[in-house]
């Protein structure tokens, strides 16, 4: 199952050997998908299935990387993309902890999932939570979401698990997992904002701003005490020395 942007632009086929994966990927065009693992299960196989997509990251890299404000924090605390402001600069696809931006060259933009916005703001379920046919995808608040999947761990016991609420300040997507998430493959297990965002975003370019602060008013004091600068001002003081 996967939620598509419909347009002219072919989805890429990509070889994937040894698996019944498909789509094999996410791309510009499937914005999210489920993944399909085998897993050895002692004498048998045993099939992992998750959704995959953007995650919706409370502290999310994408938009702390963005330089445009094409992703932004929408009224509900997902993230969305003002496809008109991206610039193709693919910034949010290299920061993203679990690699979810996906860039299309014939349009020089980035698409990823919003979470159905403009459903939700219409006061309907996201597209895929609407077209799963066995319930196993829920749409909620977040707090009762927390509860029911916390519910539904221990129901299902052994290494069963919630993922999603621990890290980047919490995800506005959450997986129960039957097993442990280290089983599951492209799943990162401390998925974090990278460092480098970090040290440029909250401390580099605020300071460079306060620089930048401090110069101008530093020009704008210099205009009030003495007025504005002379085009041979150098030149007199030059000659007087």
């Known amino acids: 199952m996967a939620c598509k942007q419909w347009n002219s632009q072919p989805a890429k086929q990509t070889k994937n050997y040894g698996t019944y994966q498909n789509p094999p990927d996410l791309q510009s065009n ?12 002692k004498d048998s196989v045993k099939w992992l299935f998750r959704k995959d997509g953007c995650m919706h990251c409370t502290d999310a890299a994408c938009v702390k990387a963005c330089p445009s404000g094409a992703l932004y924090y929408t009224e509900y605390g997902t993230v969305g993309i003002n496809h008109e402001r991206c610039i193709g600069c693919k910034e ?5 902890p679990f690699d979810i931006p996906r860039y299309d060259q014939a349009t020089d933009k980035v698409y990823k999932c919003d979470l159905c916005l403009t459903r939700i703001q219409a006061a309907l379920e996201p597209a895929c939570v609407k077209a799963c046919p066995t319930g196993a995808l829920k749409f909620g608040d977040k707090a009762s979401m927390l509860k029911l999947a916390y519910k539904q761990a221990k129901e299902l016991g052994g290494n069963a698990s919630v993922y999603g609420d621990k890290f980047v300040d919490g995800t506005h ?7 442990k998430p280290a089983v599951y493959e492209k799943l990162p297990l401390k998925p974090s904002v990278p460092l480098s965002i970090i040290v440029w975003k909250d401390m580099l370019k605020p300071l460079s701003l306060l620089v930048a602060g401090g110069v101008i008013a530093g020009s704008f004091l210099h205009y009030i ?3 504005p600068k002379l085009p041979d001002e150098d030149q007199n003081q030059k000659g007087g020395e």
Do not use: K
């Open 30 to 41: 499937t914005w999210t998908l489920i993944r399909f693992q085998e897993i050895a299960d």
């Open 92 to 96: 949010c696809v290299s920061a993203c």
């Open 173 to 179: 997507d959450l997986y129960v997992l039957p097993e």
């Open 225 to 227: 005490i003495h007025g």
